[in-house]
């Protein structure tokens, strides 16, 4: 029935400083980018090589995401990558900090999380 995920949205609170951090820093590209004049805001549709997109969103007067302690509701968004050290010194070398390296007790596999702008926790997972 369902195929996989399209995509997912992202409401931020400083729009050219997600952009950014979402395409300078973790290498998506920019697939298409709107200003909808009647909402004050930007919707920019942003993707990795495997299909996986993010909507980027910008609405003036947005609420802040209560995210710690954790809330309801989705807790993180998980990028796979093949190599999580390469990954993490990236980040280092852009001032993203990352949480210590952990090893989940299920699968084996290393993992750590880290932060967009509006401190979203976003997960790091090898595979």
Known sequence: ???GIHHVAIICSDYPTSKRFYTDVL?????????REARDSYKCDLGLPDGTQIELFSFPGAPARPSRPEAQGLRH????????????????????????????PYTGRRFTFFSD???????????
């Open 1 to 3: 029935m369902l195929s």
């Open 77 to 104: 968004l998980a990028f796979r990558v093949a190599d999580l050290d390469a990954v993490i010194a990236h980040l280092a070398s852009h001032e993203v900090e990352c949480e210590p390296v952990r090893t989940d």
């Open 27 to 35: 290498g998506f590209s920019v697939i298409d980018e709107n200003y």
């Open 117 to 127: 702008p509006d401190d979203l926790p976003l997960e790091l997972y090898e595979q």
